[in-house]
Structures are given as C-alpha cells and as structure tokens.
T-cell receptor
Framework: EAGVAQSPRYKIIEKRQSVAFWCNPI?????LYWYQQILGQGPKLLIQ????????DSQLPKDRFSAERLKGVDSTLKIQPAKLEDSAVYLC??????????????FGPGTRLTVL | KQEVTQIPAALSVPEGENLVLNCSFT??????LQWFRQDPGKGLTSLLL?????REQTSGRLNASLDKSSGRSTLYIAASQPGDSATYLC??????????FGTGTRLQVTL
C-alpha cells in the first residue's frame, strides 16, 4: 500500500509570511496526526483528527496555526504569520484499524520549514 | 503530564557490538510503548510496539522490554551493523491515544 504523502518537502520563508503544508494519509485511515519536530527534539503532537473531526488540538498555537481535514481524507496545516521559532520538520501520520496493527502510526517524510 | 527521557543522547559503537538504548517515562498509566527509527530527512518507522500487559517484543536483531511499574524500557540491538545508524525514538501512548515522544538517541555504527 502507498505510504503517507506530504508536500512540499522543503520550504523557506521569511518571518511574518504564511505557509501551508499538505498531507495525504494512507487510504482508509480514519485517524490523522500533525506533529512538529524541532531539531534535536522528539515530535510533538499539534493536532489529531478522527475522520474530519478534531480529537485533540490542545498543543496547537491557535493564534497562528490552523488545520483542516475536509471530507476526512487529505489535510492541510497552515501557519499565519510564521515566527522564527516555527522552524521545524512538520510530520503527518495516519493510523488505521487493521486486525494486527491497530496502534501503529505510519509517518510521512515530513516537510522541513525554515523561517528566516 | 507525561515526560519521556532517553539516554544516551548519542552513541557510537563499532560494527558487531551489542548495544542497549534506554527510555524512561514518568507516568506509568500507559496503553503501550513504541520504538521508532528515524533516518535523516525521512519520517519515522515503527520498529516494535509493546502493549502495557506485555514485558517484551522481538523482531530480528531487536528486542524491546517494558517495565511499566518502574517506568522503563530498553531497546537491545544485537550484532550492530552500519545500516543501523539512525536516531531511535521511544514513544508512550496514554489512554487518550496521544503519543508522547522522547528526544531520541542518535546511533552511529562504525566499520
């Protein structure tokens, strides 16, 4: 099966600009996650969707970050306006409900954002 | 709030050596613990998942153990190879299905 797709792979912007990331999860996966991974740290959950509803967005900086998952498939994460501290890799993951791997999250390659 | 710590932060070993990576967590009320591998510029790949009722899981040269009561897990890699060079991340899942990650151990296996 195809993996989790993300685009773009790299993005360089100046502070106060806007940026959007796109994620296409594994077909049939109802749960989708966005993580932020700052250099030298582990991934931190930003938002979790179940189909097109938000399950957890407690660590999403809502004054500048927004995310949506229309039709319960693809998802976009937006930052507006970006700050220097937003420089990180943004990872998308999805989870399905197979009989054997119900708890495994499958990760995409990530989008590396650099804010100058 | 769950906190996950991994020791050491970096490790360099010669090829063929056996090694142990450590992970500790503060809240023992976990659903499961997972070890991931991350290669530069790539996403995370799940290596082993241990349910809270289990004590260990094995896959090939990898063995992960879990002591939930003491808040510890270890990942044992036997007969290390240069292809094992990567960052290894430990993550615990609480009852809310949220994963909390450690900061990772960067492993370098030299020829």
């Amino acid at each position: 099966e195809a993996g989790v797709a993300q685009s773009p792979r790299y993005k360089i912007i100046e502070k106060r600009q806007s940026v959007a990331f796109w994620c296409n999860p594994i077909s049939g996966h109802a749960t989708l996650y966005w993580y932020q991974q700052i250099l030298g740290q582990g991934p931190k959950l930003l938002i979790q969707f179940q189909n097109n509803g938000v399950v957890d967005d407690s660590q999403l900086p809502k004054d500048r970050f927004s995310a949506e998952r229309l039709k319960g498939v693809d998802s976009t994460l937006k930052i507006q306006p970006a700050k220097l501290e937003d420089s990180a890799v943004y990872l998308c993951a999805s989870r399905g409900t197979s009989a054997f791997r119900t708890d495994t999250q499958y990760f995409g390659p990530g989008t590396r954002l650099t804010v100058l | 709030k769950q906190e996950v710590t991994q020791i050491p932060a970096a490790l360099s070993v010669p090829e063929g050596e056996n090694l142990v990576l450590n992970c500790s967590f503060t809240d023992s009320a976990i659903y499961n613990l997972q070890w991931f591998r991350q290669d530069p510029g790539k996403g995370l790949t799940s290596l082993l998942l241990i349910q809270s009722s289990q004590r260990e899981q094995t896959s090939g040269r990898l063995n992960a153990s879990l002591d939930k009561s003491s808040g510890r897990s270890t990942l044992y890699i036997a007969a290390s190879q240069p292809g094992d060079s990567a960052t290894y991340l430990c993550a615990v899942r609480g009852t809310a299905s949220k994963l909390t990650f450690g900061t990772g151990t960067r492993l370098q296996v030299t020829l």
